[in-house]
């Protein structure tokens, strides 16, 4: 079946301006994540959603970072006023349960650029 | 919080010899232990991953050992060939997400 898909797969965007990440996680899949993968890094936790809501996000490095997932499918990541050291590739993974013991899925990721 | 460490953080093998990849970590509660692989420019990719009731899992090639009391858990790939070359990630659960260590890239040369 399908796997996780995000769009867009690159965004390069200017200091100061707002995005949208988007990820459509694996049909069914009741868990998603958000990770941030930095070059030459480990994938680094942002968010956590069981079903329509936050369950952990003690990832987010500040406010600008908020993200959300109305019908517990699709979710969106969104940045404000961009920074430079924004710059990294946003991973997003779904699991089938929700619970960190459950393999978890990645997408192919959003390589984000910020000028 | 959870902190894993990885190492080495660069392997270079023959192909046809073995690879093994190391990791520690903190919590003592954690319970999962999942290997990824990732080639450039794609996905990470689940290839094997233990949980804490067992001391090893073998998948052909790749096995799996962890040692709970010491905290610490190994990769190893046998008879490698080049089309694993890759960054390997390994990760431990820490109550409701993954910890990553900081990767291995594993070069395996003809």
């Known amino acids: 079946g399908a796997g996780v898909s995000q769009t867009p797969s690159n965004k390069v965007t200017e200091k100061g301006k707002y995005v949208e990440l988007r990820c459509d996680p694996i049909s069914g899949h009741t868990a998603l994540y958000w990770y941030r993968q930095s070059l030459g890094q480990g994938p680094e936790f942002l968010i956590y959603f069981q079903g329509t809501g936050a369950a952990d996000d003690s990832g987010l490095p500040n406010d600008r970072f908020f993200a959300v997932r109305p019908e517990g499918s699709v979710s969106t990541l969104k940045i404000q006023r961009t920074e430079r050291g924004d710059s990294a590739v946003y991973l997003c993974a779904s699991s089938l349960l929700s619970r960190a013991t459950d393999t978890q899925y990645f997408g192919p990721g959003t390589r984000l650029t910020v000028l | 919080g959870e902190n894993v460490e990885q190492h080495p953080s660069t392997l270079s093998v023959q192909e046809g010899d073995s690879a093994v990849i190391k990791c520690t970590y903190s919590?003592?509660?954690?319970?999962?232990f999942p290997w990824y692989k990732q080639e450039l420019g794609k996905r990470p990719q689940l290839i094997i991953d233990i949980r804490s009731n067992v001391g090893e899992k073998k998948d052909q090639r790749i096995a799996v050992t962890l040692n709970k009391t010491a905290k610490h858990f190994s990769l190893h790939i046998t008879e490698t060939q080049p089309e694993d070359s890759a960054v390997y990630f390994c990760a431990v659960d820490n109550t409701d997400k993954l910890i990553f260590g900081t990767g291995t890239r594993l070069q395996v040369f003809p």
């Open positions: 919590d003592s509660a954690s319970n999962y």
